[in-house]
DNA sequence: CGGATTTAGTTTAGGCGTAAATTATCGAAG
DNA sequence: CTTCGATAATTTACGCCTAAACTAAATCCG
């Protein structure tokens, strides 16, 4: 309890440095998404899946296909469909065949979403910039430009036949 | 399909820089960590947590308490207890009462579990490497500090009375 | 000693994640 | 126009995660 002892444990003293980074990386991100859904949850009764959705949805006042939806989100068809059916029923969200394609159905904010989203996303940069104020300005911009690297190297991976 | 769009794509253009890094950061290590799931159970028929859970105790040779494990792992005591039950059942652990303490058990590893874990975590270095290949040693020196700095200051903030 | 509090671990209910199977529709090719 | 493969979305089964309620043992202290 008194030493913050973590996933980065792990570690052995030989362990490759891009293993650490990885297990820091991991240990950071755990950190900051458990206190945002923390407080997502305490001030909003409502979980981080859920936000992303609505700001989404915010991002594209046209709408967005379920499909698009979980590409932006980055999982699977089936949490989509889930989080749609809560957040329609909690009256944030509508939902209407799209003109064209019957399979498919466009998802928007509705009146009240963009309401109750505006106050969440206020509130959640401000969460963010606190948890990140460790770092400059200069600090922030730097590990932007790492993670891009890094990110983009994934993703190229990705494409390649799956490289094993 | 074509372009990768991700949680990324929350962004609005005037957002905050911190709240860009965050997605990134969290984009990244959903990157590696869906990867990395996916080669586990491809090829050891395991998940992550259940690694996880095992290299804490080939850190720990004199056995883990079942709070001191889920201190590491950064978990709920919850999951230790079941992913103990699944490990103990597939015999890659043991279990003993604690010495002194009839509440509190030791897991340690069997031997199975050690010659298990060997070859899963020489694989598993193989991974990162290669996923972190795109930074350079320097740049991924670079990025475990930063890392190091955000972590200390997330953890930080967290013993201060949970300041909101 | 004996009751109150704390601590170790388990259990339960419920959310989110996946993969895989299923249904409905689309679009193309015969 | 009909069949066949691809695509949009849903459903199912199952794993991990949390919070909260619970049991049992240890510890604190009057």
Redesign the pocket.
């Known amino acids: 309890m008194l030493d913050p002892v973590d996933v980065e444990s792990r570690l052995t003293h030989d362990d490759h440095l891009s293993v650490r980074v990885w297990l820091r990386l991991l240990s950071c991100t755990n950190l900051v998404e458990?206190r945002v859904a923390?407080r997502l949850r305490d001030d909003f009764e409502t979980?981080?899946?859920?936000f992303d959705f609505l700001s989404q949805l915010e991002r594209h006042p046209a709408g967005l296909?379920?499909?698009?939806i979980s590409k932006r989100?980055?999982?699977?068809?089936?949490?989509?469909?889930?989080?749609?059916?809560?957040l329609l029923t909690e009256g944030l969200i509508t939902r209407s065949v799209?003109p064209?394609?019957?399979?498919?159905?466009i998802v928007k904010l509705s009146a009240a979403g963009r309401r109750a989203f505006a106050e969440m996303a206020r509130r959640h940069e401000d969460w963010i910039v606190a948890m990140f104020a460790a770092l400059a300005e200069a600090e922030r911009t730097q590990l932007y430009a790492l993670l891009a690297k890094l990110k983009r190297h994934l993703n190229a991976a990705e494409s390649d036949g799956k490289n094993r």
């Open positions: 458990t923390a979980t981080l899946p859920r296909r379920m499909t698009e989100m980055m999982v699977t068809g089936g949490n989509v469909t889930r989080i749609a059916d809560q799209a064209g394609d019957r399979r498919a159905s």
